[in-house]
């Protein structure tokens, strides 16, 4: 059997079981203790590592610059495409999705099996590109959600200068981003990770071998959908797909010099899952907005309604297995899966499925509506 193909299978097992696992899984917080694990434990171990194994260059500074701007493309590509998809442009599921859909969760979804894949050297160049993600995320979403709060109530005199301050404290206790700053400041004195004494050497290895198993678990684990949205979610999940193809396809078209692991990088980071971190916006924004409605009864709920938490969480749910499934599938293809010719047909074909249900029911609607007016004049 081919090598790839019973990678794919081991990966794949471990999502079944963690979906076996689910019904052992009590609580929410047993499942979120399991993610704690992952993101503050296993994957900054394994970004340790993946750094301290490779050389890097100061040309890598591009990186987390090109991962920005893949977030702020999408973003405006976002805007523009999701009513089509059927989402009314200022509603809460448009605001809510506008958040959600540029943003990128490599840690949970891509780093595991780029590991797998491709070893420490594209585990390192994506963790250095997700530092531009991680400014998307955890800073400029959090500025959006907080002037559509303004918006909707101006009357609130709250600066915002203590938020962004305590974001960016987070920024710097998070574990990942302390790794990050630990293994550069090695790297510029030279230190690999063969310098190190071996039985931080042995802890560390330990520690990073855990991280793909526990997150294709968790996947396994978190998966919760509701069929009522399934639909909705699916098309945007194939939307989003299809334009990061597109936009790889573009990067790759006008860089073809780059090495086969570069291209798989370059195709398969975009594709990770969404983000955790604007759901926590979303979150922190909607605790405000009740509390707000809380102190003033004369406040509409409808009209001052801002996200919607649970589409956001639904959207992450499923997220996690799509992307991972699909990126495992680009890992499994391979070199092939990078031409910029195949990911343009496949991008544009996927975009097409996606958009083309939703704007054929907008069509077919005014007629059935104007055919119901005829017969109830006749």
């Not at 396809?249 to 570069?262: C, K, Q, R």
Request: a positive charge; glycine letters at 6%.
């Amino acid at each position: 059997m081919n090598i790839a193909l019973q990678k794919a299978i081991a990966l794949l097992a471990l999502i079944a079981i963690g979906l076996l696992l689910k019904s052992k899984i009590k609580s929410k917080e047993q499942a979120d203790g399991l993610k704690i694990i992952i993101l503050s434990l296993a994957l900054p171990a394994t970004i340790f590592i993946a750094l301290l194994k490779t050389e890097v260059h100061i040309e890598l500074i591009s990186l987390p610059i090109l991962a920005l701007v893949f977030n702020v493309l999408l973003f405006g590509l976002c805007y523009l495409l999701l009513p089509y998809m059927g989402i009314e442009r200022g509603s809460p599921d448009f605001r809510t999705l506008l958040m959600m859909i540029p943003s990128l969760a490599p840690g949970l979804s891509c780093f595991p099996i780029l590991a797998e894949y491709q070893g420490d050297q594209a585990v390192a160049w994506a963790a250095l590109g997700d530092l531009g993600n991680k400014v998307f995320v955890l800073i400029i979403l959090y500025l959006l959600a907080m002037r559509w709060y303004y918006r909707f109530f101006p009357s609130e005199n709250v600066s915002t200068s203590a938020k962004v301050k305590d974001l960016l404290l987070t920024l710097v206790r998070e574990p990942v981003n302390i790794v990050l700053v630990f293994a550069l400041f090695f790297l510029s004195m030279g230190w690999h990770l063969d310098n190190l004494p071996a039985f931080v050497q042995d802890v560390v290895l330990k520690i990073g071998a855990i991280m793909t198993p526990l997150v294709l678990l968790y996947i396994g684990i978190s998966v919760q959908p509701r069929w009522a949205e399934l639909r909705m979610i699916g098309g945007l999940l194939l939307l989003r797909a299809g334009l990061t193809l597109l936009i790889s396809g573009i990067f790759l078209s006008i860089a073809p010099a780059m090495s086969p692991a570069a291209a798989i990088l370059a195709v398969v980071f975009p594709q990770s899952a969404v983000s955790f971190w604007p759901f926590a916006h979303i979150a922190a924004v909607h605790g405000l907005e009740s509390e707000k409605k809380g102190r003033d009864v004369a406040c509409n709920v409808s009209t001052n309604r801002i996200f919607n938490p649970g589409l956001a969480l639904n959207f992450i749910a499923l997220s996690l297995p799509f992307s991972t499934l699909f990126i495992l599938l680009i890992c499994t293809i391979g070199v092939p899966a990078t031409q910029p010719i195949s990911l343009g047909f496949a991008g544009i074909l996927m975009v097409a499925v996606a958009l083309l249900p939703p704007v054929l029911r907008r069509i077919r609607l005014p007629k059935m509506e104007k055919e119901v007016e005829v017969m109830v004049e006749n």
